[in-house]
């Protein structure tokens, strides 16, 4: 079993990717300002494609059998990490905050234990029931924004529901992820993951662009897609797929959490953003979640 004393690195990754992770949410803000939001995740995934395209062509070629026999589950796992996570937080940014959008992300691994039960017979105890609750509770008074006029006459930001539905696809990935065993090394399934997400975003982009808004390929179009292609991208996604096959998917998804005060640090200097009484309030109840959550985990590392 994994212990902190000899995989000090990979318990040290729990604290580094998200750093990388939430600057994300930094793209989702500002870079919406420049780039239409589908735009900017379909160009940011192809960037990373062509980044790395000459590292793995080789090997990918030798292993052509094996991708054409995963191609589906490629495919699956793109749309999830790069299509859904991708375009998503994108669309959340141009309607609530950095911090609402990092705190809301937290639910995920929620959704994780959900469907661990539902397509893994993973069971579910008393202990988990109740931080299923509670971060439920978290998230949703992050969502209404402490106001419970705003759940009953269903006026909350658009982009707080589009945050939750990124959360619910990165949850699908991360397990899928951890379940779907792959002949692939690492770095080649991360490319092909890459590849099949920029060809889910396909048929969106085209249809923001002709319908909705149109990309100007300025210099702060470059920008913003370079830097959501390295820092978010290939250096968030690498780190977070070795930190969780050395520590598995359920410990892994503690990144969320560190995840979120990384966002509300960006938002705060970033964005002059202000914590608000509900912040705190939907934080505790989700780290309160975590706790119970994670507390039989912990007992096996």
């Known amino acids: 079993m994994i212990t902190k004393k000899n ?4 318990f040290s990754l729990l604290f580094i990717q998200p750093i990388f992770m939430a600057s994300n949410l930094v793209v989702a803000r500002g870079g919406v300002e ?3 939001p589908i735009s900017l995740a379909f160009w940011r995934w192809t960037v990373v494609f062509l980044i790395l395209l000459p590292f793995t ?21 793109g749309a999830m990490g790069c299509g859904v996570c991708g375009a998503f937080p994108f669309l959340a940014g141009e309607t609530t905050t950095v911090t609402n959008m990092g705190i809301i992300y937290t639910s995920s691994p929620i959704f994780i234990i959900l469907i661990s039960y539902f397509f893994f017979e993973e069971k579910i105890n008393f202990i988990k029931i109740v931080g299923l609750i509670s971060c439920l509770v978290g998230v ?10 705003l759940l009953i006459i269903l006026k909350f930001t658009i982009g707080d529901l589009w945050m939750l539905a990124a959360a619910i696809g990165w949850a699908l990935y991360s397990i899928y992820l951890f379940y779907w065993k792959t002949k692939l090394p690492i770095f080649q399934r991360f490319v092909l993951v890459a590849f099949f ?11 923001e662009e002709f319908m909705f808004q149109r990309t100007t390929f300025n210099i702060e179009f470059f ?16 780190l977070y797929t070795i930190a ?6 359920s410990l892994t998804g503690f990144t969320l959490y560190v995840f979120t005060v990384y966002a509300a640090i960006y938002g705060f200097f970033l964005f002059d953003e202000k914590l608000e009484s509900y912040h705190l309030i939907g934080t505790i109840l989700v780290f309160f979640g975590v706790y119970f959550t994670k507390k039989q985990n912990e007992k096996k590392i």
Not at 57 to 77: A, P, R, T
Not at 140 to 149: S, V
Not at 226 to 237: L, N, Y
Not at 244 to 249: E, F, I, N, S, V
């Open 7 to 10: 995989n000090l690195l990979a």
């Open 34 to 36: 420049f780039v239409p």
């Open 57 to 77: 062509y080789i090997s990918l070629k030798k292993n052509f059998k094996i991708v054409k026999k995963e191609c589906g589950k490629l495919f699956f796992l």
């Open 140 to 149: 949703f008074t992050i969502i209404i924004k402490g106001n419970l006029n």
């Open 197 to 207: 997400g920029s060809v889910s975003l396909l048929p969106f982009y085209i249809l």
């Open 223 to 238: 920008s913003w897609v370079t830097f959501a292609a390295i820092s978010p991208g290939i250096i968030a996604f690498t």
């Open 244 to 249: 969780q096959k050395k520590l598995g998917a």
